[in-house]
């Protein structure tokens, strides 16, 4: 059974920084290309970032390039999202989400329970 | 601001047919395929429709996608109380690099 379990969000301060993770069974994580997306409050889903099933290729959306870094463990089976310089506009329920593919295909035929974020002094 | 364009609300009595829809641009819909996804607030995402009309395994056939142009539709059949959730469309943008989704669509069931 394909589980993905998020973790490491919270509480932080405009500027502030904070690592989510998510943990991967159930399948042969290296094979997939993994995502984070997020929903603010209220709001519509957002595509925050993604990487390919070995590492080697990544993407983001342009309102978190340079201040997300997406990033995975294989030999953890773990993704990650490194996120610094923190706004209020960030707050949001992060999912991680599995591809269908190594370097994409259908976006979210799994989807993790997600990690609050909350972004406020 | 989404990227697509869908309806914020529908809703139909049980056993009725709803439709949504999700209308985009060249560099999106007309150009990828689009996915479909249901939500029960409070929770994940549940895949629904890939490739513009595939159903994963489990997802009743009460459930149909299509794409024309530039626009998808999402058809839910003899509509069910349990079918009350927000409904999302998405597909990658080859101008943004990036997937784009749908500012999501609620469906009530009166």
């Known amino acids: 059974e394909v589980q993905l379990l998020e973790s490491g969000g919270g509480l932080v301060q405009p500027g502030g920084s904070l690592r989510l993770s998510c943990a991967a069974s159930?399948?042969?994580?290296?094979?997939?290309?993994m995502a984070w997306v997020r929903q603010a409050p209220g709001k519509g889903l957002e595509w925050v970032s993604a990487?390919?099933?070995?590492?080697?290729?990544?993407w983001y959306v342009d309102s978190v390039r340079g201040r997300f870094t997406i990033s995975r463990d294989n030999s953890k089976n773990t993704l990650h999202l490194q996120l610094i310089s923190l706004r209020a506009e960030d707050t949001a329920m992060y999912f991680c989400a599995k591809y269908t593919m190594p370097s994409g295909g259908t976006l979210g035929d799994f989807w993790g329970q997600g990690t609050q974020v909350t972004v406020s002094s | 601001q989404s990227v697509l364009t869908q309806p914020p609300s529908a809703s139909g009595t049980p056993g009725q047919s709803v439709s949504i829809s999700c209308s985009g641009s060249s560099s999106n819909i007309g150009s990828h395929s689009v996915n479909w996804y249901q939500q029960v607030p409070g929770t994940a995402p549940k895949l629904l429709i890939s490739?513009?009309?595939r159903r994963p395994s489990g997802v009743p056939d009460r459930f149909s996608g299509s794409k024309s142009g530039t626009s998808a539709s999402l058809a839910i059949s003899g509509l069910q109380s349990g079918d009350e959730a927000d409904y999302h469309c998405a597909t990658w943008d080859g101008s943004l690099n990036a997937w784009v989704f749908g500012g999501g669509t609620k469906v009530t069931v009166l």
């Open positions: 990487i390919s099933g070995s590492g080697g290729t990544t």
């Open positions: 159930g399948f042969t994580f290296d094979n997939y290309a």
């Open positions: 490739n513009n009309n």
